[in-house]
């Protein structure tokens, strides 16, 4: 599908474990972070390239979903950001998009629409 690793950044542990698993069973490589604060830090120390794909809650324990959301495509505006949240409405739908979300999966999702939105997302990106 694409080289990079898809890193994904939930606070909650058994959602973290469950996409890492889904996905890593599809072939690609997984990264995880269960705050916002350690995955700025990925970002911002890593090489431009080493991550295709973000998949990014809306509601961290440490920080607000869109302000991370903001800062990440202030570091990587190439990176391809999905934002996920068990709160969906078209408010915050439209905010995420406006920040620069490049899809939004609302919680809970399945296996086939996880996978399905990372193809699509993940594919014109690739390099």
Do not use: W
């Not at 490589?29 to 604060?37: D, K, L």
């Amino acid at each position: 599908m694409f080289g990079g690793s898809v890193l994904i950044c939930d606070d909650e542990e058994g959602m973290l474990r469950y996409l890492k698993k889904m996905i890593e069973a599809a072939g690609l490589r997984v990264e995880t972070f269960g705050n916002g604060t350690s995955l700025l830090a990925r970002i911002e120390g890593g090489a431009p390239g080493d991550a295709s794909l973000l998949l990014q809650d809306m509601r961290l324990s440490d920080a607000d979903g869109l302000q991370i959301l903001h800062r990440v495509k202030e570091l990587r505006p190439a990176l391809p950001v999905v934002m996920m949240t068990a709160y969906a409405c078209d408010e915050v739908i439209r905010a995420a998009f406006d920040g620069g979300a490049s899809d939004f999966l609302p919680k809970p999702f399945s296996r086939e629409t996880v996978l399905g939105v990372i193809r699509s997302v993940a594919e014109p990106h690739r390099g």
